[in-house]
């Protein structure tokens, strides 16, 4: 009988080490700053992001920390969903995806799809670049001439796409879910910066002809600011729940890219321009 005994607790003891070797493996803001310091590829992050267990710090303080510490953003955007997507019902009561806007959604914008009805979360992202020109014309015209802003996103089309001309978004901010603080999209407002729909610009972005999104506004000392009504389209919002804002263009929008834009500020004299964009389907 001893001499089955042996065998069969080494293999007792084997079956139970089994799961922590499979165990998936869970990465912090730290891990994921050491993984782009040791040279890996964007690429190559997002892909073990998508594979692995999340404890990140997404506070607005710590995104500005992670941008600082040169994780792309492409690598902060994965990080984001991945943490939405423990952000459901299990997580306080937050059902990112419901189509019911009285259900708890974290704080952020989304897009209504209509089949079948749910919500997707836009992430808010940086420009690649914003360039100004015209400065010494402006100067020495004294403002007569205008400087001109190019606000450039990377890629040639939005993550998320709207199937209608008339999309219908829901933006959540802060106030809506206050005890949402430590949640994913926490770090979209920034409570000096955006409160509401009326903090919001916006815009549509054309192709740049190397394969970016770019948008051109004219910079007047004296005047109107804006170049056309691509710079400025008039949207509806309306107060649902403190918080809670429905909003929709005042026309229908050609097919094409387009974006919220607003400001917020990362330092005391340091302000930096995020973007919900987004795509209208012909």
Not at 78 to 91: F, K, N, Q, S
Not at 243 to 257: I, N, Q, W, Y
Request: net charge negative.
């Amino acid at each position: 009988m001893s001499r089955y005994w042996l065998p069969l607790c080494a293999a007792l003891s084997l079956l139970a080490l089994a799961p922590a070797t499979v165990q998936a493996e869970t990465l912090t803001d730290a891990s994921v700053v050491g993984l782009v310091r040791a040279g890996l590829s964007p690429e190559a992050i997002v892909a073990k992001i998508r594979i692995s267990g999340a404890d990140y710090d997404l506070s607005s303080e710590q995104l500005v920390a992670l941008k600082r510490a040169g994780v792309p953003d492409a690598v902060i955007s994965a990080m984001l969903e991945t943490a939405a997507g423990d952000a459901g019902p299990r997580g306080g009561g937050l059902d990112n995806t419901s189509a019911d806007p009285a259900a708890p959604h974290a704080p952020g914008g989304y897009l209504l799809e209509s089949g079948p009805a749910r919500m997707q979360a836009i992430q808010p992202i940086s420009p690649a670049d914003i360039r100004v020109t015209n400065v010494l014309a402006s100067v020495f015209t004294s403002g007569i001439v205008p400087l001109k802003q190019t606000t450039v996103l990377q890629g040639p089309q939005a993550r998320v796409g709207a199937d209608t001309s008339r999309p219908v978004f829901y933006f959540y901010f802060d106030q809506a879910n206050q005890g949402a603080a430590g949640t994913p999209f926490a770090n979209a407002w920034h409570p000096s910066a955006v409160n509401s729909p009326s903090d919001l610009t916006l815009v549509r972005f054309h192709a740049d002809g190397q394969g970016n999104r770019s948008q051109v506004v004219e910079l007047r000392v004296f005047g109107p600011r804006g170049a056309g009504d691509d710079a400025n389209i008039a949207f509806n919002s309306q107060m649902l729940a403190p918080g809670v804002f429905r909003v929709t263009p005042s026309a229908d929008l050609p097919p094409g890219e387009y974006g919220f834009t607003y400001g917020i500020q990362v330092a005391e004299d340091d302000t930096e321009t995020r973007v919900f964009d987004f795509s209208v389907a012909p």
